[in-house]
């Protein structure tokens, strides 16, 4: 199990060096190719569990 944790730490840490070593606008547009699809698809996702909660609240 710690094994498992900690490679997914050490494959964190590496990601986190590559991506602090890249140029400033490099990481503002990497972050809105990743943020922005992630959070439509979260908001997307509470909306739909909202409609499912006020329709059964409905009945």
């Known amino acids: 199990m710690w094994g498992v944790a900690r490679a997914i730490a050490d494959w964190w840490d590496s990601f986190e060096l590559w991506?602090?070593?890249l140029a400033f606008p490099l990481q503002v547009v990497l972050?809105?190719?990743v943020i922005v699809p992630l959070?439509?698809?979260v908001s997307a996702?509470?909306?739909?569990?909202v409609d499912l909660v006020a329709d059964a609240r409905r009945r």
């Open 19 to 21: 991506l602090t070593q």
């Open 31 to 33: 972050a809105i190719l």
């Open 45 to 49: 996702g509470l909306d739909r569990l």
């Open 39 to 41: 959070c439509w698809f």
